[in-house]
DNA sequence: TACGATAATGCAACCGATTTCAAATTGGGT
DNA sequence: ACCCAATTTGAAATCGGTTGCATTATCGTA
């Protein structure tokens, strides 16, 4: 069962393994017959060239890595299937790295990025992409801004959906100012006045982002949004019940809820439809993020999308100009879209 | 901008490169000062041998392909992320290889199944392993089985969660029968008779041993299944919808409802939803999967965990020991267990 | 028939590591 | 001071391809 190679091929066929070389790359002619007379060979001995012997010299190896906080997130899916249609399209194959990590663990999260970047590096990628959106990319690893440094020192390095300041990343993201703005403006033209903010982190970015998109639509229409309202720190469905929980305790209490994302907004379906309260009639709920089941969900959730999959499409077709040493801008900003379903509807009057 | 190798630290440590080798892999002793001299150059230029070159000589690369058919499927990161936790454990890295496929591109799953493996072959992984569950995997295409098997024959080559009879491939799944026999006994002991069975493609090996489990618990119990109420033929949350809006315009009509998959019991929610029919109080309907939406459902869905991280975890353990030649099982079955949730509820005395 | 141009092919270096085998160094014991 | 064994080290082959340069074969034309 011994592997065959370039020289049992130009051995069995009389010439040279440079000959073999040329049919199998059509890098240069070659007679007729004798092209023939290796391809016959090729084909019955079904050869295929070692990948690793033509990425040492060719140095490239059509490898790229792709580095995700955690696959079971139902958004970063939609983004990497996105990537993975353009990438395949272009010829390259990706690594997937997961840097979830457990409280159990020995390595956090930074660390395990660190070791990602420098594994990617060791096995020579053409290009990395990284997926932002954790919880506190704003206040990184130092240790891990060496290591995203000196990566993007020698390979094509593109930031998604995050931002690094202290380095100077290509970066492909969508207008998470511009989606909040979006999603709380459709809930004003419903008539909603008394709208609340729930979810996110007030630590990362895409947060800040988002809030600061609420607030500048909700003062656009001369209003105040009211602290009480705002409660931060869950990305989670949990979270999502133990905020609107709260808000629906309250009294006043809000008409409709801006929920940073589409988990939080399930979360607080859930606790709408265990208070009694009724969506949209009561309570107007809308989400961000627009996963795959936002659509599923009952009502069907009113949200802004990310254009997650458009984000990885445009990531594979960035990085590969970058590959291919094209001048791309330093940062592609993607368009939000409203979504809107079921679960916003008009104020009532007189509620 | 030069890449430093083996060379300029051995150069310039004055050792030979082969000392070099030897302080990176810790392969022979090495004398102390030399060793520090060395390790303080590797330091100093960050030096990281070419994965490469190493694997090359070595014929081993710690990369593995992991194929799915289409990582937006909720269920499929799950077993990626188990698989994932282990794999990186164990040092390995992996390709991901989504196979998802829409009418509009050239090349069909099948074809992209025999690419991928080609691909990864030539990038000379040390194990693949693909992940079935695809519409027609009972009737695959002859070139998929032909690359399919001369892959195995090369490297460690594991299937999971689904079958190829043809290739006497090693395997890691979950007891699809036992999993619809835990699910209609559920039923069965809440009391239901009138149990409706919908979803699956009747050309899936893993549809057709659930409908087994179905009809078998069903016997047990001295009950005949009725034909009207066994709806096939769709997995989606929209099949679901329809599949059970026909159910509810019957008369009789089911009391109970075992879906084939989390996705169509999602869609028999809202359809049931739309019909008024409240759930579990006038209908119990039961998933399979356990995919992470069925926790946040409205009702929280009753179904069957696939257990698809410990697939994951399996495999990942299972293709390693393949790697190192060790002897396994040729298939590993993972118990699958009844996750009870709010969908389902005693019958109705006198409904 | 001879010549220069062009088409085909081969030789050998190279990519960047690992590893075998032999040579050089070191050290202990007498 | 000398010898043998154990410890360190180096030279060179190897993995499986690609490619620049030189050489040979082929062909049209003068």
Redesign the pocket.
């Given at each position: 069962m011994?592997?065959?190679?370039?020289?049992?091929?130009?051995r069995e066929a009389?010439?040279?393994?440079?000959?073999?070389?040329?049919v199998?790359?059509n890098?240069?002619?070659?007679?007729?017959?004798?092209?023939e007379r290796i391809s016959a060979l090729i084909e019955k001995y079904q050869?295929?060239?070692?990948a690793?012997?033509?990425s040492?010299?060719?140095?490239e190896t059509g490898m790229i890595g792709f580095i995700l906080p955690d696959i079971t997130n139902p958004f970063f899916p939609e983004v990497l299937a996105g990537f993975d249609r353009e990438a395949r399209k272009m010829g390259y194959t990706y690594f997937l790295c997961d840097t979830f990590s457990t409280n159990e663990e020995t390595l956090n999260q930074y660390e395990r990025e660190s070791q990602y970047i420098s594994l990617l590096m060791e096995k020579q990628v053409d290009g990395i992409v990284m997926l932002g959106g954790r919880i506190d990319l704003s206040r990184p690893d130092p240790q891990m801004i060496r290591e995203v440094e000196e990566a993007a020192r020698r390979v094509p390095f593109l930031l998604l959906n995050g931002s690094l300041p202290q380095v100077g990343l290509n970066r492909v993201a969508t207008d998470q100012k511009l989606g909040a703005v979006l999603a709380t403006q459709h809930l004003l033209e419903l008539g909603h006045r008394d709208i609340a903010a729930v979810g996110g982190y007030s630590a990362m970015s895409n947060t800040q982002q988002r809030l600061q998109g609420f607030r500048s639509a909700m003062r656009e229409h001369g209003l105040q949004p009211r602290k009480e309202w705002m409660l931060q720190d869950g990305f989670s469905v949990e979270a999502g019940v133990e905020f609107t929980s709260r808000l629906l305790a309250m009294n006043p209490r809000p008409t409709a809820i801006f929920c940073l994302n589409d988990l939080v907004a399930i979360g607080a379906l859930k606790a709408a439809s265990r208070a009694g309260v009724r969506v949209p009639e009561e309570l107007s709920i809308i989400g961000y993020d627009d996963i795959q089941f936002a659509a599923n969900s009952i009502p069907e959730l009113t949200t802004v999308s990310l254009k997650a999959a458009e984000i990885g499409r445009l990531a594979a077709e960035t990085l590969h100009r970058m590959i291919g040493k094209k001048k791309v801008p330093k940062l592609l900003s993607v368009l939000p879209e409203l979504v809107v379903r079921q679960s916003t509807a008009a104020v009532r009057k007189g509620g």
């Open positions: 011994k592997t065959v190679t370039v020289y049992d091929i130009a009389n010439v040279s393994v440079a000959t073999v070389s040329r199998l790359n890098t240069a002619p070659v007679k007729k017959e004798t092209r050869f295929q060239p070692n690793l012997a033509r040492l010299i060719r140095k």
